[in-house]
């Protein structure tokens, strides 16, 4: 039998987290994949969203300040079966880049 071979790969600071154009061990962002031509469309009402998915006029992952960008407040918690010993939390505002309604994001 073959012994299991997991990798995690990381940096060693923050600052090349913040720099990483490649999104290693990343949270990118709202949405994974791409929105057509960078708008969509709730009751009526159209909402146009950052075009920043290369040369294309397409929307991609979220916005341009994606989940690898922000820095999370971190709450440490009492360890509990089950439980993460940390909870992380930010917040994206009412039409930041584009999107309508406060976004919570809480890992």
Same mark, same amino acid.
């Given at each position: 039998m073959e012994a299991? !071979? +997991?990798v !995690? %790969? *990381?940096y060693d600071w923050l600052e090349d987290y913040l720099e990483d154009e490649f999104f290693l061990s *990343?949270?990118? /962002? +709202? !949405?994974a994949g +791409?929105? &057509?031509q960078g708008k969509f469309t709730i009751a009526n009402e159209t909402f146009y969203l950052? &075009? $920043?998915d290369g040369n294309t006029d397409n929307h991609i992952h979220g916005e341009k300040e994606r989940l690898n960008k922000k820095v999370f407040e971190i709450k440490e918690l009492k360890v509990q079966a $089950? =439980?993460?010993p940390v909870e992380l939390y930010c =917040?994206? %505002?009412d039409m /930041? $880049? /584009?999107y309508p309604g406060n976004l919570d994001v809480l890992g």
């Open positions: 299991e !071979v +997991r !995690v %790969l *990381s *990343s949270t990118i /962002g +709202r !949405v +791409r929105i &057509k950052d &075009k $920043n $089950n =439980q993460a =917040q994206y %505002l /930041g $880049n /584009g």
